[in-house]
């Protein structure tokens, strides 16, 4: 399923997604939003709202930070164990 990370470089939350990402080795594309809210068109288009992270799996748009990461650990880090 193909993962969608809407994020912008300085934000806290989306570098904890980020390295949450990295640390489940979860292949995603990343998508460097503006800076000025309102300009987020695409951020507004997926999620109905400005903020990030938004993370989109498949049909699945998540907007929280904590749901993202529990969404991921649930998802991928479980993937992880059953592989290892």
Known sequence: MPITL???SWCPDCDVVRQKLADLQ???EPIL???IRPL???VHEVSGQYY???LKAGDRVLTET???LDYLDKT???ERIADS
């Open 6 to 8: 809407y994020h912008v």
């Open 26 to 28: 979860v292949d995603y």
């Open 33 to 35: 939003v503006p800076d």
């Open 40 to 42: 987020r068109k695409i």
């Open 52 to 54: 990030v992270p938004v």
């Open 66 to 68: 904590e749901d993202i």
């Open 76 to 78: 991928y880090g479980q």
